[in-house]
C-alpha cells in the first residue's frame, strides 16, 4: 500500500477509535447538552425581563439565553477534551500512539475530527433548541453564526487540548475545568448580560475566550455589522493561537529527551 | 535486524545507556535480562522512539531511527512494560485500532486480529472490554497489538509478568512462531526459565550496557553447576580427579561438588576412585542455569565496579 492510503487507513482507525471512546462515556456530553436547555428554558424570561428594563443594551432575552448557554457549558464540555488526551496518558496509550507509524498531525486529527463533530452537535442542539422552542432568528443570515459555531467550537478543541497538558491527573482536570469554566462563563457575559457585572470585572472580561465568544455571538444574532463579527472571530482567533503554542508541548512529549 | 551502537542517554546525573551496544538478527530472539534500573526500559522506549539519545546509532530494521524516525517506527512492533490498552474498547478494538495505526487497511486488521487471536488463545474474549480481561488475557491482548503489522523488529518489555502459566505458554508460543516468520525479536524478561523455553541467546545488561551476549551454550559453558554424592556412612577420601577450578564441601555423608561440567567431573571421579563406588547411594546433578549465569555476572561486574578506579 502506498502512502496516502496509508495514512488515510491510520486517520480513519483513529478516527473510529475516538469515536467508540466518546460514545462507550457519553454521560458528561449528554449532561452538557441537557443542561443548557433546560437552564436556558428556565433563565429567558428572567433575561427578557431584564433587558425590557433597558439595563442590557446588547442582545434581547432570547438571544443572551441561547448564546450564554451555549457558551458555558461548552466551556464546561472543555473537561471532555481535556479528559480525551489526559486519558491516553493515564492508559500508557499515548506512548504507543508516539510509537506508530502515525505522524503527530494525523494522531491529533483522528482524535480532533470526533470531538469536533461531538462540540459541534452540542451547540447546535443548543442554538437548535431556542430556535424551534423561543424563535430564535439570526440578524441577518444563518452562515455568520454556523462560522462562530465553528470558530468557538475549535477554540475549545484547542483550548481543551492544551488544559490537558497542564494537568496531571483526572482529578485535577474536573476541578480546573469546573472552576475555568465558571469563571470563564462569568468574565464572558455568558452567565450574567456583561452590562450587569461590576465595572472591574467587565473590565477584565476581554481576558477570557467567553468574552470574545459571546461578542462573536451576539454579532451573529442581533448585529449585523461585518466589523463586530470579525472582531469577535480575530479574539478567538488569538486563543486558538494560544491554545495551539500549549498543545504543542503535548505533542513534544512524543520524545522526552 | 536491530541494530544499537554506542547508546548513551543520560538523565540529569543519571546515566541510564552508557554505551549500549546490541545487535538482533533477523529470525533471533534475544533476551534482555538485568536488574531494575539497568537500562532495559530505557533502551526500549529510544527503540520506540520516545528516548532522544545523547549519542549512538540505532538502526530499526536497517531504517536509522533518529534520521528516518517514522519508518522505523513503521518497523517496529512494541509492546511496553505497562499495560497500554484502551480498558474501555473490547479486545477485537484494540487489535484493529493498532493494526490501523501501523498503516493495515481495516480488512487486512480484522484478519490479522483473527490469526492472532488464535495463537494467543483469545477467540472467547475478544468481544469483552480489555479493561474486563484478566491480567493475563490484557497481557495477550498487548502482546497481540505489538505483532498486528508483522513487525520486522518485534520488542516485548516483560510480556509475561504476572501472568499464569497457560499465558506464559501462549504468549512464548507466539514469539517463537513470529520469530521463525524472519522477526527480529528482544525479549525483556526476569523470568529466565522463559529464555530457555524460546532457545533466546542472551544480553545480561548492567549499568546502561551489555556485559555479556551470547548463546545459552556458550555463556553457560563457563558457569559451575553442582554435583552432590550421597553415601552410605562417612564418603571416601577423594583426590580431585580434574585441574578445572572447583570447590568440594562435605557435610556428613553428603559431598557437593561445584564445578563448570557437574557431569563430566563426576564421572572422572568415579573411574578414578571406584573404592567408595558401592556405598554410593545417590548422585544429584544440577548444570547450570540461566539463574546461575545471571548471578555470576551481576556479582562478578559489582566487584569490578568497586575494584575499577
Known amino acids: 500500500m502506498s502512502s496516502a492510503p496509508r495514512a488515510r487507513s491510520r486517520i480513519g482507525a483513529l478516527v473510529r477509535h475516538e469515536a467508540i471512546l466518546l460514545a462507550r462515556a457519553p454521560g458528561p456530553l449528554i449532561g452538557y447538552t441537557v443542561m443548557p436547555v433546560l437552564l436556558m428554558t428556565v433563565l429567558r424570561p428572567m433575561l427578557e425581563r431584564v433587558a425590557s428594563l433597558g439595563l442590557t443594551t446588547g442582545m434581547d432575552g432570547t438571544a443572551q439565553a441561547a448564546a450564554g448557554m451555549a457558551v458555558m457549558f461548552s466551556l464546561f464540555a472543555l473537561k471532555v477534551v481535556g479528559a480525551g488526551f489526559l486519558q491516553e496518558r493515564t492508559w500508557h496509550t499515548w506512548d504507543r500512539l508516539g510509537a506508530s507509524a502515525a505522524r503527530t498531525s494525523e494522531l491529533l486529527i483522528g482524535k480532533a475530527v470526533p470531538m469536533l463533530t461531538v462540540l459541534l452537535v452540542q451547540q447546535a442542539i443548543i442554538l437548535g433548541f431556542a430556535t424551534a422552542v423561543f424563535g430564535l432568528r439570526p440578524a441577518a443570515a444563518w452562515w455568520p453564526l454556523a462560522l462562530v459555531a465553528i470558530a468557538w467550537t475549535g477554540c475549545i478543541l484547542i483550548l481543551g487540548t492544551a488544559a490537558a497538558t497542564l494537568v496531571q491527573s483526572p482529578a485535577q482536570l474536573s476541578v480546573a475545568g469546573d472552576i475555568a469554566a465558571v469563571l470563564t462563563s462569568i468574565l464572558g457575559g455568558a452567565l450574567v448580560p456583561a452590562e450587569l457585572l461590576p465595572s472591574w470585572l467587565r473590565a477584565v472580561g476581554p481576558l477570557s475566550p467567553g468574552y470574545w465568544a459571546m461578542r462573536s455571538y451576539r454579532a451573529a444574532l442581533v448585529d449585523p455589522a461585518p466589523a463586530s463579527l470579525i472582531g469577535g472571530l480575530a479574539g478567538l482567533g488569538c486563543f486558538i493561537a494560544l491554545g495551539i503554542a500549549l498543545s504543542a508541548s503535548l505533542a513534544r512529549r512524543r520524545t522526552d529527551g | ?309
Request: charged share 20%.
Open chain 2, 1 to 309: 535486524m536491530l541494530v544499537a551502537e554506542g547508546l548513551h542517554k543520560h538523565y540529569g546525573a543519571v546515566r541510564a545507556l552508557r554505551g549500549f551496544s546490541l545487535c538482533v538478527r533477523p529470525g533471533e530472539i534475544v533476551g534482555l535480562v538485568g536488574e531494575n534500573g539497568a537500562g532495559k526500559t530505557t533502551f526500549a522506549r529510544a527503540v520506540a522512539g520516545l528516548v532522544a539519545l545523547d549519542a549512538g546509532t540505532l538502526r530499526v530494521g536497517g531504517v536509522d531511527v533518529a534520521a528516518e524516525p517514522r519508518a522505523a517506527r513503521a518497523a517496529l512492533g512494541w509492546a511496553p512494560q505497562e499495560l497500554a490498552l484502551y480498558p474501555t474498547m473490547t479486545a477485537r478494538e484494540n487489535l484493529l485500532v493498532f493494526g490501523g495505526l501501523s498503516g493495515l487497511s481495516r480488512r487486512e486488521s480484522i484478519q490479522r486480529a483473527a490469526e492472532l487471536s488464535v495463537a494467543l488463545e483469545l477467540t472467547d474474549v475478544l468481544d469483552r472490554p480489555v479493561g474486563k480481561l484478566s491480567g493475563g488475557q490484557q497481557r495477550r491482548v498487548q502482546a497481540a497489538t505489538a505483532m498486528m503489522h508483522r513487525p520486522t523488529v518485534l520488542l516485548l518489555d516483560e510480556p509475561t509478568v504476572g501472568a499464569d502459566p497457560l499465558t506464559r505458554q501462549a504468549v512464548l508460543s507466539a514469539v517463537r512462531s513470529v520469530a521463525d516468520e524472519g522477526c527480529a525479536v528482544v525479549y525483556t524478561t526476569h523470568y529466565l526459565p522463559e529464555l530457555e523455553a524460546l532457545g533466546a541467546s542472551i544480553a545480561v545488561v548492567k549499568g546502561g550496557r551489555v556485559i555479556a551476549r551470547g548463546s545459552r551454550t556458550d555463556l553457560l559453558a563457563a558457569v559451575p553447576g553442582r554435583a552432590v554424592l550421597r553415601y552410605a556412612g562417612a564418603p571416601p577420601k577423594m583426590a580431585a580427579p580434574m585441574s578445572d577450578p572447583h570447590t568440594v564441601q562435605i557435610d556428613g555423608s553428603d559431598v557437593t561438588i561445584t564445578v563448570t561440567n557437574p557431569a563430566a567431573y563426576v564421572a572422572t571421579l568415579l573411574a578414578t576412585h571406584a573404592d567408595g563406588v558401592h556405598r554410593l547411594r545417590s548422585i544429584e546433578l544440577s548444570p547450570p542455569t540461566l539463574d546461575d549465569l545471571y548471578r555470576q555476572l551481576l556479582q562478578a561486574t559489582r566487584h569490578a565496579d568497586v575494584v575499577s578506579p
